[in-house]
């Protein structure tokens, strides 16, 4: 079931890792789509940088520079975009870090890290905006990875915290009873963003096999509209070229 304004004004979404790649494309669908937006990211110049790129007349947006790994300050945002709207309606939960490391290179300040941006941040997002969903029906989309069902070599941690994220989309429908609350998982493969290509050149990783992020975008658009709901509660792989 779509989310459409109230009497409340607009829907409002909480989008993480917003100052680029998936995050931007999706700030950028939203808006244009009327909604209104808390824009959560660690650099305060690239959530700015994803405003200024909105059309004119956009509605109303919050940027909310966070560090996920600072567990009160994802709490105080989510209650800032409460507060500042009036509403929350749907959680885009994107942001991630990834490092590249041997597992038995692995230490355990590595290991909480990842778990700390990629889950735990994530999750106290959800738990935080709880009843708000629940008064609007709401809807959860976690971007998790394929790393989370087909791990790749030295992305242990990585892999380990976007799992987390999958079974955080079973649990919530576990607990959305008759709430109307939806959670979905999409699982890209590569997609062609900054975060990509710190790691890996066009010479190990093609861009001709990424995906775009716009395409990730339309497709958190379509679980959000209502498009998906035979897939509620479950993951998504999304590879290239994607399949239907």
């Known amino acids: 079931m779509p989310i459409t304004p109230s009497d409340d004004g607009p829907p409002v979404a909480l989008i993480t890792g917003a100052g680029s790649g998936i995050g931007r494309s999706t700030a950028n ?51 800032r975009l409460i507060e500042a709207f009036g509403r929350f309606d749907a959680a885009i939960n994107i942001a991630g870090g990834t490092t590249q490391v041997p597992i038995d290179a692995l230490d355990a300040e590595s290991i909480h890290s990842m778990l700390a941006q990629n889950l735990v941040g994530h999750m106290l997002i959800v738990s935080t905006a709880w009843p708000e969903l629940v008064r609007n029906s709401g809807c959860v989309v976690n971007i ?13 941690a990585y892999a380990a915290s976007k799992a987390g994220l999958d079974s955080l ?31 890996f050149d066009e010479s190990v990783v093609a861009t001709e096999v990424t995906l775009a992020p716009e395409v990730i975008a339309e497709e958190i658009l379509a679980c959000i509209n209502g498009d998906r709901d035979h897939r509620v509660g479950e993951h998504f792989p999304m590879v290239h070229p994607l399949d239907p």
Do not use: Q, Y
């Open 29 to 79: 669908l939203l808006a244009a789509k009327g909604w209104r937006l808390g824009l959560l990211g660690r650099t305060a110049s690239k959530l700015e940088a994803t405003i200024e790129a909105f059309p004119a007349g956009h509605p109303e947006v919050l940027p909310l520079a966070c560090d996920l790994e600072d567990s009160d300050e994802v709490t105080r945002s989510v209650e």
């Open 144 to 156: 998790s990875s394929m790393a989370s069902i087909d791990p790749f070599m030295h992305f242990t």
């Open 169 to 199: 989309t079973r649990s919530i429908m576990a607990e959305a009873g008759e709430t109307g609350i939806r959670a979905f998982t999409l699982n890209p493969g590569v997609v062609e963003t900054p975060l990509l290509r710190r790691l």
